[in-house]
Structures are given as structure tokens and as C-alpha cells.
């Protein structure tokens, strides 16, 4: 079988696609025909070895895992002898934020983290969003949040902030998305009530005030989206900020909260990921999630995948195709 490889830390240029021996199944794992893929933030941090944090995970001096991937969807080829909840057959989808090799034309995966495939979506979109998905509820689940109430999404056209848009709206919250101008359209119909364009106005300065601030991107601070936080309101970053600062000021804000009237941030741990493709299964079935697409490309072009990726210009997801013609 053909995968994709990196043993040592860095640029997209290190990937390389060769031939290795398919997997063999544990009596509690399955052999899962890949069909497609992504490429996400994850896979980037996961390749570079950065934030230097994440190898704790990872892997300190080289990658635990030499095949690259952590998302996929599939059909069940083989079974352990243990596997009670899945068949050869099973159309199935998953994600691994540690990672789960999926950057191949097989992969081997305990039963646990393999999920059916809810029947009105295709392939492609099952490979697609769950990544966003996860790491946006784990936004939601850090905050009390309420039918009604004001939220500002910053960066609502990747796949985290595409995703917070459109679970904010299942949750019943009003949505002011920040985006550029092409983008508007697109945000629009994922459920947005209002639309800044980052370019034309600085949305730390909007003219309104908002409950939660989800910056998807980790392109501002606590500190510059203090003036649109309401009282009590909470600011939460998809990225460790300056210095990790974004780490550090869950614990100190609420210590010294006189100072900030109330105001605090939150980390977004992203613990539970059953739990998220469970939510993602359901809303997919309700029809009330799209998973945006933004680019496909082929096994053979993943570098040219990770190298867009990592421009941090992407709408939404990028999807590796590994195999399509069998399979809808």
C-alpha cells in the first residue's frame, strides 16, 4: 500500500509517499480502506513539531507516528476477532487530534474511534469538518452559553470557525462572524446574523458588545477584545497567543477580575472526541451541518495540501482523495 511518511520534524517538503506493507489488524482494531482525508492545522502542528508543547504528544526528538493523518473516512475491510460493533462493510469516519496514520491507502484503528457514517452525506464530506467540529464545541463547552445571547466569531470561514457558526445557530445564539468581503456570502448562509469585514473595520472596535469572543484563528488577544466583551464576558483563542499567554490567563483573570470588570478568558481544552463526532453525527442527520470544502487534492500532491494549509487562507477543510470510484 502506498502512504505518506515523515520521520523527522519539518517543512511539507520532508512528506514522502512510498510503499509499505498494509497493516495487520489487532483482534480489537479494523483494517479501514481509506477513501478520503484532509489536511488540517493539526496535521501542520503535528508535522513541524510545533508548538514545541505539542510533543509531549507527539513525540520530543521525532514523530511517534512516521505516517501523517487524523481524519478519515472509509470502509471496513477486516475485523478483529474481538469486534462486536462493526462489520466488513461499515461505511465509517473518525479523528485523532494525536494522530491516527491515516495519510494512506489503509489504516488499522481500534473499534471505539470508528464511527458509522450517517447515510445523507458523501465521503468527502464525511472526511470533512470533524476536525472544526471538535475544536469548536470544546469553545462552546467552555462557556455557559445561552439562547440569545451575543457571540463574535473571529475567522469564520476556516473549519474551526465555520463549524462555531454553525453550532452557535443550533444553539440558538446570535452570530456576528469577521471575514473578509468575498466572504460574506458564504458566512451568510452558514447562519451568520452579521458579517464584519476584517479588512474595511477592526472588529475590537465594533460598535457593539458581545457575551463570548471565539477568536478561530488566534489572530487577536484577551487584551484587544477586552472593549467588545460584555461584563462577565469571555474571550477564548484557538491558539496559545503571545508568550502562551493564552495558557496562563484562564488562571490569573479570575483572580484579579476587579481589574478587567469581570472579564476573563478560557482555554478550550479539546478533550472528548466522541462526544463531538457523536454531535457532528447527529447534526449531519438533522441536515443542520455542512462541512465547507475548500480544496481536493491527491495523495501524490499532500505536500502542495500542507504547504496551502499553512497559508492560513483556507475556507474551511482540504480534503485528500485516496480512492472514489467505488465508493459515494
Known amino acids: 500500500m502506498k502512504a505518506v511518511v515523515h520521520k523527522k520534524y519539518g517543512s511539507p517538503d520532508i512528506l514522502q509517499l512510498i510503499d509499505i506493507k498494509k497493516p495487520v489488524p489487532s483482534d480489537d482494531e479494523v483494517l479501514i480502506k481509506i477513501y478520503a482525508t484532509s ?13 514545541l ?12 507516528l512516521e505516517i501523517s493523518g487524523s481524519e478519515f473516512s472509509g470502509i471496513v475491510e477486516e475485523t478483529g476477532k474481538n469486534v462486536t460493533s462493526l462489520k466488513n462493510g461499515d461505511k465509517v469516519f473518525g479523528f485523532d487530534d494525536q494522530g491516527l496514520e491515516s ?4 489504516m488499522k484503528i481500534s473499534e471505539e474511534k470508528a464511527f458509522i457514517i450517517p447515510k445523507n452525506i458523501s465521503v468527502e ?17 467552555k462557556v455557559d452559553l445561552k439562547a440569545g445571547q451575543r457571540v463574535l466569531v473571529n475567522g469564520a470561514t476556516g473549519a474551526i470557525g465555520s463549524s462555531a457558526v454553525q453550532l452557535l445557530k443550533y444553539f440558538k445564539v446570535h452570530v456576528t462572524a469577521v471575514c473578509s468581503e468575498k466572504n460574506i456570502n458564504l458566512v451568510k448562509s452558514l447562519g451568520a446574523d452579521e458579517v464584519v469585514d476584517y479588512i474595511s473595520e477592526d472588529f475590537t472596535k465594533y460598535n457593539q458588545k458581545f457575551q463570548y469572543v471565539f477568536d478561530t484563528v488566534g489572530k487577536s488577544s484577551f487584551f484587544k477584545c477586552r472593549p467588545i466583551l460584555e461584563k462577565n464576558g469571555v474571550y477564548i483563542s484557538s491558539d496559545l497567543g503571545y508568550m502562551a499567554q493564552n495558557l496562563f490567563l484562564p488562571f490569573i483573570t479570575p483572580f484579579i477580575k476587579f481589574l478587567f470588570k469581570n472579564k476573563k478568558t478560557a482555554f478550550p481544552f479539546p478533550g472528548n472526541i466522541k462526544r463531538s463526532i457523536l454531535l457532528i453525527r447527529k447534526l449531519i442527520e438533522e441536515e443542520k451541518f455542512h462541512a465547507v470544502v475548500d480544496r481536493r487534492y491527491t495523495l501524490e500532491e499532500i505536500s502542495e495540501a500542507y504547504k496551502y494549509v499553512e497559508k492560513g487562507e483556507k475556507l474551511g477543510n482540504v480534503i485528500i482523495t485516496v480512492v472514489h470510484s467505488d465508493f459515494k
Open 53 to 64: 508543547l505539542t510533543r509531549v504528544a507527539t513525540g520530543i526528538f521525532k514523530p511517534k
Open 103 to 106: 495519510h494512506g491507502e489503509y
Open 125 to 141: 464530506q464525511a472526511a470533512a469538518g470533524i476536525e472544526g467540529v471538535h475544536y469548536a464545541y470544546n469553545f462552546i463547552n
Open 39 to 51: 489536511v488540517n492545522r493539526t496535521d501542520c502542528a503535528s508535522l513541524r513539531g510545533k508548538p
